[in-house]
């Protein structure tokens, strides 16, 4: 039996960055992409957000007066994703699920910091069980890099309903990384782009593992949905 996924008709989404790879604070906006604003002084205090290697964003789902808000992902390092959400006025408190994409360390090392400042919540945190499978990476000289995943253990102890779901996969719109970085899937941006010319995206913004040589294909390809991505940057996507 095929499963269906039903999803709720809403007014808009409003997607927040929180962590990525790339921060301008001089990039333009427009009225469906809100740059952060620069404000105090530039370099001073904790007002200046911070890229690194991993992704996080605020999803924010809004329907008439109700607005709903989850945290998708968190990022490579607990100090920057706390520092960034500080810097944004993200409010713990006004989240109501924490969604992991999927296990890769930096999608999900920002985790337990977040976790462990907010205290015990039941907030339901969603991913997929095999976030939790261990991973590495194995060097051309032999070497090993862990990639550790979420700590199961160390969630469960700070409260949190963890919701283990194998159901179907939902696209928003193109917003995130592609993973088509690096010598082993740079063959793959060229049919990712053929498949991507089927969808015909209205808004495109790859982000984080997505690569250099991939972003620029896609902005070359599809001028009109491209929007590049930076630290702080808010998507209205169905914004009137």
Same mark, same amino acid.
């Given at each position: 039996?095929?499963a ?21 604070i ?16 530039? /370099?001073?205090? *904790?007002?200046? %957000? ?10 924010? =789902? $809004?329907?008439? #007066? ?52 907010? /205290?015990?919540? *039941?907030?339901? %945190? ?10 590495? =990476? $194995?060097?051309? #000289? ?32 193109g ?11 740079e ?16 808004l495109?913004v ?35």
């Amino acid at each position: 039996m095929t499963a269906t996924v039903s999803v709720p008709e809403v007014d808009r989404v409003e997607i927040l960055t929180v962590l990525d790879n790339s921060l301008d604070i001089l990039m333009a906006g427009s009225e469906t992409v809100r740059r952060v604003a620069i404000a105090g002084t530039v /370099g001073e205090g *904790r007002t200046t %957000l911070r890229a690194e290697h991993g992704f996080s964003c605020m999803v924010t =789902v $809004v329907k008439g #007066d109700r607005r709903e808000s989850f945290l998708m992902d968190a990022g490579l390092t607990k100090e920057s994703l706390l520092h960034n959400m500080d810097v944004l006025e993200i409010r713990p408190g006004d989240l109501h699920a924490i969604v992991l994409s999927h296990g890769h360390t930096d999608h999900v090392n920002g985790l337990m910091g977040f976790l462990s400042r907010n /205290g015990r919540r *039941r907030l339901p %945190l969603v991913l997929h069980p095999d976030a939790f499978l261990r991973r590495k =990476v $194995v060097l051309p #000289d032999g070497s090993e890099v862990l990639l550790p995943p979420p700590d199961r253990r160390g969630i469960e102890q700070e409260g949190v309903a963890i919701l283990e779901e194998r159901g179907t996969s939902l696209l928003l719109g193109g917003l995130g990384g592609f993973h088509l970085t690096g010598r082993l899937f740079e063959p793959l941006i060229a049919p990712t782009v053929q498949a991507l010319k089927t969808i015909g995206p209205k808004l495109i913004v790859p982000s984080h593992c997505t690569g250099w040589k991939a972003t620029h294909e896609i902005a070359r390809v599809f001028p009109d949905a491209f929007v590049p991505n930076s630290v702080g940057t808010t998507f209205l996507i169905g914004a009137k």
